[in-house]
Antibody, heavy 117, light 111 residues
Framework: QVQLKESGPGLVQPSQTLSLTCTVA????????VHWVRQPPGKGLEWMGV???????RYNSALKSRLSISKDTSKSQVFLKMNSLQTEDTATYYC???????????WGQGVMVTVSS | NIVLTQSPASLAVILGQKATISCTAS??????????MHWYQQKPGQLPKILIY???SRAPGIPARFSGDEAELNFTLTIEPVEADDVATYYC?????????FGSGTKLEIK
């Protein structure tokens, strides 16, 4: 059974770094790409970046300078780090598995992150 | 970036009638003859769920009430007949180029 689950702090102070973990089950990170997508409260979906099954990464240029995605294949975990957080980074952060044609066939439940002092 | 213009922003439909949601791409999303346009349903308080991929292919378990079509960069999601359980926000997404982009969403309500 394919599962993804995000974990991380619910509250981050402005200018600090956000660290999230996506733990997957039911598939291998050496076979599938995993993406991060976020959604501010009451707003739409924004693609953040991807880590390929090969370990390479690609980021949304709007976030590129602040964002880093990595993984530990042996632990079935994908990591997101984003620095210099501001209030507009308040959102639900999802990790999602990508199918062949660039759509997301499985999503995590999401983790709500609030940026506030 | 490929911009996806989705309309309407909200839609109220009578139970049993048809809902039509439009998503216009700023450029082609076609790769090797396949339109990499996908549709998701997000019910209130829930995570997005894939409905349609590659323009018209239904994801596993998605009923035939949901269908996708395309006419010259204008992609359409049709729900017919609409059921009460379809109350949700619907998003289109292109999978051709990075950054992957989403439409702004269409909120479907029952009239």
């Amino acid at each position: 059974q394919v599962q993804l689950k995000e974990s991380g702090p619910g509250l981050v102070q402005p200018s600090q770094t956000l660290s999230l973990t996506c733990t997957v089950a039911g598939f291998s990170l050496t076979s599938y790409n995993v993406h991060w997508v976020r959604q501010p409260p009451g707003k739409g979906l924004e693609w953040m970046g991807v880590i390929w099954n090969t370990g390479g990464t690609r980021y949304n240029s709007a976030l590129k300078s602040r964002l880093s995605i990595s993984k530990d294949t042996s632990k079935s975990q994908v990591f997101l780090k984003m620095n210099s957080l501001q209030t507009e980074d308040t959102a639900t952060y999802y990790c999602a598995r990508a199918a062949t044609y660039g759509y997301f066939d499985y999503w995590g439940q999401g983790v709500m992150v609030t940026v506030s002092s | 970036n490929i911009v996806l213009t989705q309309s309407p922003a909200s839609l109220a439909v009578i139970l049993g009638q048809k809902a039509t949601i439009s998503c216009t791409a700023s450029e082609s999303v076609n790769k090797f003859g396949i339109n990499l346009m996908h549709w998701y349903q997000q019910k209130p308080g829930q995570l997005p769920k894939i409905l349609i991929y590659n323009e018209f292919s239904r994801a596993p378990g998605i009923p035939a009430r949901f269908s996708g079509d395309e006419a010259e960069l204008n992609f359409t999601l049709t729900i017919e007949p609409v059921e009460a359980d379809d109350v949700a926000t619907y998003y289109c997404q292109q999978g051709l180029t990075f950054p992957l982009t989403f439409g702004s969403g269409t909120k479907l309500e029952i009239k």
